[in-house]
T-cell receptor, first 113, second 117 residues
Framework: AQKITQTQPGMFVQEKEAVTLDCTYD???????LFWYKQPSSGEMIFLIY??????QNATEGRYSLNFQKARKSANLVISASQLGDSAMYFC??????????FGTGTRLTVIP | ETGVTQTPRHLVMGMTNKKSLKCEQH?????MYWYKQSAKKPLELMFV???????ENNSVPSRFSPECPNSSHLFLHLHTLQPEDSALYLC????????????????FGEGSRLTVL
């Protein structure tokens, strides 16, 4: 069974600083992917970034990057140059079965002006 | 503006009421999903539809009844709910099914916040 652990229920970061949100996972699959989603107070879950387990390079999307350490089974999200609009819940997720994404419990990020 | 629209955004209902949640996607996707998000719990998958056919029912109580008349619309019919069913119900769609090793990311609506009195 898939498992996602996000150990930081809440994080604070100063505006314009970088922040790392932790995610560790467990899976018996040889090939898998890892997703990060952002959920602002409006409720919508917004896809941020994807890392394939066989991708040699860490994924990057604008200010978002993934620090993927396969041996440690960790896929931490790094947000550079934090902005006030980055304040939200952040969820790490891994596919499970053919139809489902299994989500972690999330980390609430607050950006301080 | 999201490509997945959910209505209503907020719903308060009594335990004996019958109501429905609606989801519409404008992205040309083939798969649609209902998720439940309760406070301090991970998102829970409820139902999956692929090309209008239900492909997954994650042991959801029968008081929740999904309907998918076409690939663009998904409903969740609610009847005789319990207070513990109060949650944010999120609809999502994807171009293809999310599968191991795949990149079929989900596109979510803003959710329908349900309160059962």
């Amino acid at each position: 069974a898939q498992k996602i652990t996000q150990t930081q229920p809440g994080m604070f970061v100063q505006e314009k600083e970088a922040v790392t949100l932790d995610c560790t996972y467990d899976t018996s699959d040889q090939s898998y992917g890892l997703f990060w989603y952002k959920q602002p107070s409006s409720g919508e879950m917004i896809f941020l970034i994807y890392q394939g387990s066989y991708d040699e390079q860490n994924a990057t999307e604008g200010r978002y990057s993934l620090n993927f350490q396969k041996a440690r089974k960790s896929a931490n999200l790094v947000i550079s140059a934090s902005q006030l609009g980055d304040s939200a819940m952040y969820f790490c997720a891994i596919p499970t079965g053919a139809n489902n994404l299994f989500f972690g419990t999330g980390t609430r990020l607050t950006v301080i002006p | 503006e999201t490509g997945v629209t959910q209505t209503p955004r907020h719903l308060v209902m009594g335990m004996t009421n019958k109501k429905s949640l609606k989801c519409e996607q404008h992205l040309g996707h083939n798969a649609m999903y209902w998720y439940k998000q309760s406070a301090k719990k991970p998102l829970e998958l409820m139902f999956v539809y692929n090309f209008k056919e239900q492909t997954e029912n994650n042991s959801v109580p029968s008081r929740f009844s999904p309907e998918c008349p076409n690939s663009s619309h998904l409903f969740l019919h609610l009847h005789t709910l319990q207070p513990e069913d109060s949650a944010l119900y999120l609809c999502a769609s994807s171009h293809r099914r999310v599968y191991r090793g795949g990149t079929g990311e989900l596109f979510f609506g803003e959710g329908s916040r349900l309160t059962v009195l």
